[in-house]
């Protein structure tokens, strides 16, 4: 027969690359145990093992296992000189999850195994101190009748508060050791009472059963909603590993302590130790956030050599693991151990500083730091923040835990803050402390705020990762979460009032605060510029104002990609004229208004060609339909009735003196002198707006609009049909951008103008605009004698573009793909009506995984513009192809339209720097992608 | 040096096959004058000649062409013993155009060319017929200054009028010798001062300038407008020939005739010689009918010799070209002479008729039957003729000279014609007779009633080639064009008038006359069932009702491809309840609603099942928009106005007993009884329909109809996005096809339905449908005890379900292309907005060439199908695939779907036998289709 299977690997020898097998936690305290760090004994059963446990149909453990394990526990036993359940010299072991992907709190973890009543009696008698061994065992009854035999934490908070009140104290530290005794005495009978079963005495029957826990919380709810909200796959990770670890303690005393550390500071990056400890304290009252912790830099006062030796092993992790650690560590009697590792979560400033520090350390390489960098996350850099001239009204101050600001209303619980999420409010989660369970609650939030807990607490971490502001410890709350209020200096709080966090400084404020535009950071520059270096895409913008330019090209846009031009006719001085264009009933009349509209038009291209001095600007015809400039039928209809009501009031008041004059003689002799002065203002009020032809004018307006009215505008009479049917339109447009053009070269602004014609989806419509350009060109050019150079293209939008572009590459010399109506298109769904209606459901039910309008549907849409790529460029092999739909800013989006070879992706200004850094990536990642 | 090219052909050495170089009349020539028939002798010169004519920059013949025409009369000469321009035996010769198409009327002909003043005189004394020379010399003049010096024929038609006037005579034919020699010098002065040039007294100057003049014609308006409007392509025809043919006269006395007829009949297809002659006439005489010829069988009374000589040229005719021809001939003093033939024009009946009987005849093969006749002539025999049991009122009767009815408004002109019918007004065109001027007119009319011209006049020989009928000669309508009005036994007609034409007996009706079903004859019966036996495409048909189900199935439907159930739920018995489920306030209420309406679908399904007895019954589930089914807003604002007016309207006249007691107490007292009905009844109308619960309802029925509305429905909440949405909808419908299918089992019917989803864009639409229709399955079988057998399948009409085919294709057993909606999407065109606003311009400027909603466009949307066609028979290689937009029914259409391997086309039950006809044709023709 074969060698038994080889279910778990002791720290000193498993891969250390080898997540899947070991999970990540497992597999980095087998490297951190390889390259010498002071990691305590132990040992780690595989992800294959839980994914047996799994498959298998009857509860237990199998006898291999087991044996395996008791082999492992005699090695640990050997190693550390202790005996697990010898009372003399009692070992005690954590176990802890751990999967390939971190799922940071998803799964369980049980501390003290090993503790019974004999072994508790021996462990004081060892180390002379009873009380912790008895915070110990009460610690472990709790963590085991929750985790192994799903008992309510809250029935033990009960018991642990009655004999808390007992005794009068009010933080758990403060309880002796007396209380501890009672309170485990109570938390065994309590669990047996509960369970239907007593606490296991034997050590091995509990760590069994622990191993069995942590295997089951990989399918535990809490697990799968997480896998599913940050689409963990099973590619990604299957099963978790289980790690076996030998105790130290952090709470033998006050030479004893434990801590979380970062390498760097992860909200700032700064390069210095950052991190909290607690003197005579366990790893989880740290994490839970129960008690608030010092700042580490207190540790070189109190414990200098330990300090020194924390220094060590940060450049030690740093070196070894060339990415910022987020560490565990415990103090055990002026003893330093390194429980876990890993990569520190950080916003995105941190990220970037961080990046470029050790770019300039030389620990990693440029496309190391651009990879560091998800791409996403340079939102949270670029979102507004709090505006600092506003008026404000801090109510309370808690810790910075992750930076941002954020306003909503106040919600008190998870379940809460998601069914008012739906709805589409704006919701600030407010919490004593946040759990695991809790999940949803912060997807749903705009920003957390906790009463309890430090910066290293489960909000601060999962609020970090998220990007989302929180606030953190802030004391000053007295929540009441079952009321649904919340007091704080007088001032009550109830559910549904708006208040705002500002992670960055961890200020509370009552109301809505206004935010302003952020400040682009000069770290980020220089990353951006790296990124810049590697991309093949290019990266424009969809601007059309001089501010949105301005700040476009702030940001690194090497070009607008899309300039809409209906924008810029309905700002209020232009609209009447707009209006009147539409409305004339003869090409002449438009060709007037169209000829007023002509100078504004220009100077919007000129002010946009100075800025962006010679980069190409990509200027598309008009595109919506008519009547959208037009008031709507409602509101006429509304203002018309509204009219002929006011005009009958009017015609009753005029005999209001008559009236007067025959029921009371006395007072209107009284008024006689102010009755004519308000008969003659109503009579004048009559003549000039409430006249017939005023309101005939109306109605004529009216019926014209309803005249214009499609069934599906979407699909109506819009874009290049309109330049077709109306020619004047799109000649001033073109007028406007060539003479632009001219007159800038006149002044010596160099400009690259690209004409732009929407909706097309038949080279003849192309051709006809053309013509129009070629022969204004020709004039322009007799006019300011200058040759004024531009490009001619056209958007993609249209399926049958998609379908034509091999042909309409012979007169395009540039195409745009406007992913949005072709998405509406190839989806058959109108935006406005599948999101009112359906898309929603259809989200819930999983029959589509995205919006599509928010995420580029590849399999789709980017079908079709993979085929059109491929013919268009068959025409014309250098055809430059961009995309300018609302999906460009989209890293999935950007890797995809890299992929298909896309020459540029333009997007809004505020994604700019994201779609820069995501088209590195795109290019450093090329390797690894693969289609759908 | 080389051999001067060759420009011109004798008929004995031209190449009867070679119609793109000798044009079709010019090959035709030849080849009859090879087969021995007594053509005429006469030469051809060459279309490339033509085409270098046009390309030349400067005016006249070249050199080398004029010698090969001298070369070649002198041949005619030597052939004839006559001398071109000899006074003493005068050789008198045709030119006439011909192109490789044949285009009747669009180009020029000349006669009589070689008479002058000398030459006259001579043949006058060979002949001894003074007169028919000047009438044959004064046509000439006329003839030659319009054709060759573009004079308008008004100015002679004047001049020759009031030679008439002196002689008192009112036909041409009446005008004696001298008259004659009057209108030859009146002519010759006319075109002199009209011309600005001398008619040429010299043969060969004649020659020259009728030569060009037939060349530059090719370019003439009226030809290009023909070739556009018939879209003959430069590969078709480039350029036409010119035939020189030596003169023979059937005006020469009363032993001469002319005539043209068709070795079978046109409008019947029955084997009998068919035509008309005139004696003492020529060709055009027949041709413009301006004499009303008679008919051919009485020829055998006057000339039977001839006649038997005309029966034998027939069989000649028809056993050498296997196609019913339609020739010329002349009669010149007892000699029959052959001058042209080609094939005969015939409608769908005809066709069909000749067609069977060749084939009996042993003529001409099957497949050749099948291909002779074009499929969409068909929808001839197919359309509605008049109904025999409507009251109707002849006004006139004239020639039946292209079958069918037509109802439409009286037009006096073509461009009054087109004008109207742009407009969308049905028009008959009216005229005394037409030419070929007046082809727009054609296009644009119903149909066409002339009031002189025979069964082969220009108007006869047109409409029957475009299908459309015709009344000719009918000569009790006088008809005054200037005044837009005609008259007829005492009735006045004015333009705008209706009229109803029926061209198969020749009756002109007031008024517009109801028209019934069209019979479907014997004989189409057995050319389809030909076409049937080729046919790789199967033919199915879209209908749901029994009475199309059952036309459908008559017409050879092998299928239902498209049972659409929205008519269904339309039906006046119905909608309430429909009203009431999609109103429904709960998923129980709807459901209640739904159950009313199963025993209806149910019943509606079984009905179609029994007819169809075991053929595939596609049922498409619920497509359009619930709102559909809900009456508009602006008809409910309207109503519960209307009815809040109405209340206080009642209201008010509940006073009404009081007020007439007050001021009219008499009145009261007569009418007190009535006056306490009336408001009692008033009361009570109040009560039950116009109380505030019942208002209050409608105001509710508007509001969800106002939250049910969509910005563009076309993209919105349709189809399987309903299905999802309200999935008891659905269900109910799956449920009432399964247990109509289980019923109809139980009565021994057979049955094959297939379940088809609408509007899928993803395969997990599908799967959420499918798992109803596997749980519905289920409950059927278990409730019949039967197994129905059913197929699963989707409509593909989003532009995604193209890109997803190979997915989809995992789960439907069937796909049905739905080219309507996958139109609108591909074009981003909402047809209803498309054809209101920009379609027309977009064909009146040809940037597109069709409307794509009438002509599939094969370019765009048909490269949807092929990609899909392709993707989905990856993944199912047997895959049926359907297609069952209104396309579907057009032969081109029908061509296209052959070529990409579709398995049938599902068109309506109309359209049915064209269809089956065109996928014959598709299979015989498949190796000359080209994708253009």
Redesign the interface.
């Known amino acids: 027969m074969a060698e038994a299977k080889k279910f778990l690997y002791a720290f000193e020898e498993g891969d250390g690359k080898n997540k899947r097998l070991l999970g990540g936690k497992g597999a980095n305290l087998c490297e951190m145990t390889r390259i010498g760090l002071p990691v305590p004994p132990g040992f780690v059963i595989t992800t294959e093992t839980c994914l047996d446990y799994l498959a298998q149909k009857k509860p237990g453990l199998k006898p291999d296992l087991i044996k395996q394990i008791k082999d492992a526990m005699k090695e640990l036993e050997a190693k550390t000189g202790k005996g697990f359940g010898d009372p003399a010299k009692p070992l005690l072991v954590s176990v802890r999850s751990g999967a390939a992907m971190s799922m940071p709190g998803m799964m369980d973890t049980i501390l003290n195994l090993g503790l019974n009543d004999e072994t508790a009696k021996g462990l004081a008698a060892v180390t002379a101190n009873e009380r912790f061994v008895y915070d110990a065992y009460r610690r472990l009854i709790q963590l085991f009748g929750s985790v192994a035999l799903g008992l309510a934490d809250e029935g033990f908070d009960e018991v642990f508060s009655k004999i808390k009140q007992k005794y009068g104290v009010k933080d758990d530290v403060d309880l002796e050791t007396e209380g501890l005794k009672e309170v485990c005495t109570a938390f065994l009978k309590h669990l047996d009472k509960e369970a239907g079963r007593p606490f296991p005495t034997d050590p091995y029957e509990q760590l069994e059963l622990a191993v069995e826990a942590v295997f089951r919380s990989w399918m535990g709810k809490r697990a799968v909603d997480y896998r599913r909200e940050f689409k963990i796959t099973q590619d990604m990770a299957n099963g978790t590993a289980v790690n076996i670890c030998t105790m130290v303690f952090g709470n033998m005393g006050d030479d004893s302590a434990t801590g979380v550390a970062f390498t760097r500071n992860p909200a700032t990056g700064e390069n210095r130790l950052y991190g909290e400890y607690m003197i005579n304290a366990q790893g989880e009252d740290v994490v839970a956030g129960i008690r608030t912790p010092k700042p580490i830099r207190e540790l070189r006062r109190e414990m200098p050599r330990v300090y020194r030796e924390l220094e060590d092993l940060r450049h030690t992790l740093e070196n070894y693991y060339r990415e910022v650690q987020d560490f565990e560590f415990t103090i055990e009697k002026g003893k330093l151990y390194c429980l876990q590792t890993r990569n520190g979560k950080m916003n995105a400033s941190a990220l970037i500083r961080t990046s470029i520090d050790m770019v300039n350390e030389g620990l990693i390489s440029e496309k190391e730091a651009i990879l560091r960098v998800q791409p996403d996350m340079l939102a949270q850099l670029l979102h507004p923040r709090l505006d600092p001239k506003a008026r404000v009204d801090v109510i309370a101050t808690g810790l910075p835990a992750s930076p941002g600001a954020a306003s909503g209303k106040i919600v008190f619980d998870a379940d809460r803050a998601q069914s008012k999420a739906v709805l589409g409010e704006k919701v600030i989660l407010v919490r004593e402390e946040t759990k695991p369970d809790d999940i949803h609650g912060f997807f749903a939030s705009q920003g957390i705020l906790t009463s309890r807990g430090g910066k290293t607490s489960h909000a601060a971490v999962v609020a970090r990762s998220m990007g989302k502001p929180c606030v953190s410890g802030c004391e000053t709350i007295a929540i009441n979460h079952i009321a649904r209020e919340a007091t704080v200096g007088g001032v009550a709080l109830r559910e549904g009032d708006t208040i705002t966090i500002d992670g960055s400084n961890g200020n509370v404020y009552l109301g809505l605060v206004p935010t302003i535009e952020p400040e682009f950071v000069e770290d980020l520059l220089v990353l951006l510029e790296w990124a810049d270096d590697i991309s093949d895409l290019k990266v424009m913008t969809n601007a059309d104002t001089p501010e949105s330019v301005t700040k476009a090209r702030k940001y690194g846009a090497v070009g607008i990609g899309l300039c809409r031009t209906e924008r810029m006719f309905n700002q209020p001085e232009r609209l009447p004229i707009v209006r009147e264009m539409i409305l004339a009933d003869t090409p002449a009349e438009r060709q007037a208004a169209l000829g007023r509209l002509l100078p504004f038009q220009k100077e919007d291209f000129k002010e946009i060609f100075r800025i962006m001095e010679g980069l190409p600007v990509t200027i598309r015809l008009l595109d919506p339909p008519i009547h959208e400039f037009l008031p709507s039928a409602d509101e006429l209809v509304h203002e018309i009735s509204h009219l002929r009501e006011l005009r009958n009031t009017v015609e009753g008041m005029a005999n209001l003196p008559d009236t007067l004059k025959l029921i009371a003689p006395d007072l209107h002799e009284r008024y006689a002198g102010n009755l004519d002065l308000i008969t003659a203002g109503l009579e004048e009020l009559k003549t000039r707006h409430l006249d017939e032809t005023t309101l005939q004018a109306k109605e004529t307006v009216l019926k014209k609009v309803r005249a214009l009215q499609?069934?599906?505008?979407?699909?109506?009479?819009r874009g290049v049909?309109l330049g077709?049917?109306y020619p004047e339109i799109y000649s001033m447009q073109i007028r406007a951008i060539l003479e632009a053009a001219a007159e800038c070269i006149k002044e010596r602004v160099r400009v690259n103008p690209e004409i732009m014609v929407p909706?097309v989806?038949?080279l003849?419509?192309l051709k006809?605009v053309h013509r129009y350009v070629a022969k204004i060109d020709k004039e322009v050019e007799k006019k300011y004698s200058i040759k004024v150079p531009f490009k001619f293209g056209t958007m993609v939008?249209?399926?049958?573009a998609c379908?034509?572009a091999g042909r309409l590459a012979e007169l395009a010399e540039f195409i745009s793909f406007g992913t949005n109506?072709l998405t509406?298109?190839?989806?058959?769904?109108?935006r406005?009506?599948?999101e009112n209606?359906?898309l929603p459901?259809?989200k819930e039910?999983?029959?589509?995984q995205h919006n599509p309008f928010e995420v580029l549907?590849v399999?789709?849409?980017g079908?079709?513009m993979m085929?059109t790529v491929e013919w268009a460029r068959k025409t014309r092999p250098d055809m430059k192809i961009g995309i300018c739909g609302e999906h460009a800013g989209h890293p999935d989006a950007i890797r995809f339209c890299h992929h298909i070879k896309i020459s540029y992706v333009s997007c809004s200004p505020p994604r700019v720097p994201i779609a820069r850094l995501a088209a590195a990536h795109a290019k450093l990642k090329e390797k690894e992608y693969t289609l759908s």
Request: proline share 2%; aromatic share 10%.
């Open positions: 499609e069934t599906n505008p979407m699909l109506g009479h049909r077709i049917t909706q989806c038949t003849e419509e006809w939008e249209v399926v049958r379908m034509r109506d509406q298109a190839t989806f058959s769904f109108s406005e009506d599948a209606k359906f459901l259809y039910h999983e029959i589509l549907d399999k789709g849409v079908r079709l085929i």
